[in-house]
């Protein structure tokens, strides 16, 4: 059945109508972009975990500081990135088991 005033059919319309209408003590917002959202995440991602990433630029510090060779840093940051690797899956299923709201409680 389409409205005489619109031509577009009723259901359609309240359809519309209700999607978009605004109800009061309610703020309207832009529409939400997971792909900006997305892409802005893994920025910040990207340039918190550089080190992880790409760990050569504090090698020659850690081999002046620590006054080791060029292996033994090598070996050390791969000590290093291969435990965040072990300890990533257990500890990603332990809080996928575990209470939402008693971790963020915390």
């Known amino acids: 059945m ?8 009723l259901p359609v319309a309240h359809s ?6 605004v109800r009061p003590g309610q703020m309207s917002s832009a529409p939400f972009r997971p792909r900006a959202f997305l892409l802005s995440v893994w920025g ?7 080190f992880y990433i790409a760990p050569a ?3 020659t510090d850690m081999i002046e ?6 292996a033994q840093a090598g070996g050390l940051i791969s000590f290093y990135l291969l435990a965040i ?7 990603g299923y332990a809080i996928d088991r575990s209470d939402p709201r008693r971790i963020v409680r915390r």
């Open 44 to 50: 910040v991602n990207v340039v918190i975990n550089a």
């Open 16 to 21: 519309l109508i209700s999607r978009s209408a």
């Open 85 to 91: 690797l072990l300890f990533q899956i257990p500890a």
């Open 2 to 9: 389409a409205d005489p005033r619109s031509g577009v059919s």
């Open 57 to 59: 630029p504090v090698f």
């Open 65 to 70: 500081d620590l006054g080791i060779s060029n």
